[in-house]
């Protein structure tokens, strides 16, 4: 983990590698030093931000996501992430191809960077989500049934080759062809 203060590559060349022109970059890297003086953030300090923008209700609890994006965020596993970090993730998850963004999902759900995601990979983003809204569901309280029938089927229709496992490749090329996800991929590109 970074001890001191990172410096930023240079705008000219955050400029090249992002989306974000130069005054965006400025702008963003003022609130990023808002927040993280530092010029990197913590899991534990991007929890805490994380946690400031959901919290929809008295139960719900976004910690759990908010660790999935960090690690989905810190590219180099170093335990930060740095403003380059952020502005690169960032750029390509509102501004990127629909290939690009379905691999930044993909990179979410394959929390042990195994180079694949299995069935409980999505049902442990999908309990994260739910507890953003304040549904809470552990292993000892299951999804309802309906709501893991849907993504059992989901997965399935991913998993075509019936290995139980989905690569990067195989998860963009199925869900390219899937379009209530790829509406739900527009919807979330909206948001921002």
């Known amino acids: 983990m970074r001890k001191f203060r990172y410096k ?3 705008l000219e060349k955050l ?8 005054n965006e970059l400025k702008y963003l890297y003022q609130s990023f030093k808002q927040n993280c003086p530092r ?3 913590t899991k534990a300090e991007f929890v805490s931000i994380f946690l400031s923008f959901f919290n929809i209700a008295n139960k719900s609890d976004a910690k759990a996501y908010a660790e999935y994006v960090f690690n989905s965020f810190d590219g180099d596993s170093s335990g930060t992430i740095s403003f380059s970090e952020f502005v690169s993730e960032l750029s390509m998850f509102i501004r990127g191809s629909v290939e690009e963004r379905l691999g930044w999902i993909f990179q979410l759900y394959d929390t042990n960077r195994r180079g694949y995601i299995v069935e409980e990979d999505i049902l442990n983003i999908a309990r994260a989500m739910y507890s953003i809204v304040g549904v809470h569901y552990t292993k000892n309280k299951h999804i309802p049934a309906k709501i893991r029938k849907f993504l059992r089927q989901t997965y399935e229709s991913f998993d075509r080759s019936c290995t139980t496992r989905i690569t990067k490749q195989q998860f963009i090329q199925n869900a ?3 379009e ?11 948001v921002w």
Request: hydrophobic share 40%; charged share 20%.
């Open 15 to 22: 400029v090249e590698t992002t989306a974000f022109t130069k």
């Open 176 to 178: 390219l062809k899937n």
């Open 180 to 190: 209530q996800f790829l509406h739900s991929l527009e919807v979330l590109k909206s």
């Open 39 to 41: 010029g990197f953030v």
């Open 8 to 10: 930023p590559e240079s």
